[in-house]
């Protein structure tokens, strides 16, 4: 059984109001970047656990989370009151398939996900993997608004290392914002035009999508792109769809 480990706390970078990220310092077991750990707090004398993915790719240190303050949520709201020096529990091993081993062989790797649902790629993208696998690597992160779109400098750094393999592609719902997709990810599978703006081509023969975050994105997502051919990966009969559900 996975033990929990006290780890302390380097900083909480507050984004938005409703968007934060912790960096902790803790001595954790080795990872796979795409995988998920426990984070927990002793809340009124009960110790409140809930899986987060890391942010942070196994080498990286300190570790890095990224966090939405749910509505009446009970475990992200006391995570976004700590502050440097602060204790928090971890799991020390990780967990989740939700990773390049588990990714058939393709040439285009497509990265879908919703809000803090990016996390996960971004810990797969700063590592050497994806980049000696596939041909072109489109990430895509839809938001709300334009203040939720974080960690940009994470996205021009991985531009500037890979050139044209490296394609980003955001979506803003709730404002106009130039050079953003103002809607949702399902619809622009189903008419084509997240393919139009991002200049690459879904196609059975060549892409695999991993899917993240809202779990209406994704099983929205899946049914339109179930529609043009795609299947669901699954270890006994691997397919194009990987996801992650965060709720
Ligand atoms: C594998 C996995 C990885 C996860 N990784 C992350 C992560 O990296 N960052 C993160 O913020 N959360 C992540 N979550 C969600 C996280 O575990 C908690 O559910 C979330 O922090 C809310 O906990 P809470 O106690 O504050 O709220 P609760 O009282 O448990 O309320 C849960 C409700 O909050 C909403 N909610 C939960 N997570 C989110 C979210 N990320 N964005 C918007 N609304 C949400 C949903 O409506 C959900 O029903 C992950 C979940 C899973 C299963």
């Not at 879904?202 to 179930?226: F, Q, Y």
């Amino acid at each position: 059984m996975a033990q929990w480990i006290e780890g302390r706390v380097v900083e909480n970078v507050h984004w938005t109001e409703n968007l934060f990220s912790l960096k902790i310092d803790a001595d954790v077991d080795d990872f796979t970047a795409g995988q998920f750990t426990s984070l927990a707090l002793e809340i009124d004398g009960e110790r409140v656990a809930r899986p987060y993915s890391y942010l942070s790719s196994p080498q990286q240190r300190p570790l890095e989370f990224f966090f939405y303050t749910a509505t009446d949520g009970v475990l992200s709201n006391a995570l976004v009151k700590l502050e440097a020096g602060d204790g928090i529990w971890l799991k020390q091993q990780s967990n989740g398939f939700f990773v390049l081993g588990e990714i058939p062989e393709c040439k285009d790797l497509w990265m879908l996900g919703t809000g803090t649902g990016i996390a996960p790629f971004f810990s797969i993208l700063n590592t050497d993997e994806p980049w000696q696998r596939f041909e072109n690597i489109a990430l895509v992160h839809a938001v709300r608004t334009l203040a939720d779109l974080r960690y940009q400098e994470v996205i021009d750094d991985l531009k500037e290392k890979y050139g044209d393999r490296f394609l980003f592609q955001a979506y803003v719902s709730r404002e106009l914002v130039e050079g953003t997709i103002n809607g949702h990810i399902p619809i622009t599978l189903e008419d084509g035009s997240l393919e139009e703006q991002v200049g690459l081509k879904l196609d059975v023969d060549r892409s695999h999508i991993m899917l993240c975050g809202n779990p209406d994105m994704v099983k929205d997502a899946v049914e339109t792109l179930k529609e043009r051919g795609f299947t669901k990966n699954r270890r006994r009969t691997p397919g194009h769809i990987t996801i992650e559900n965060y709720w």
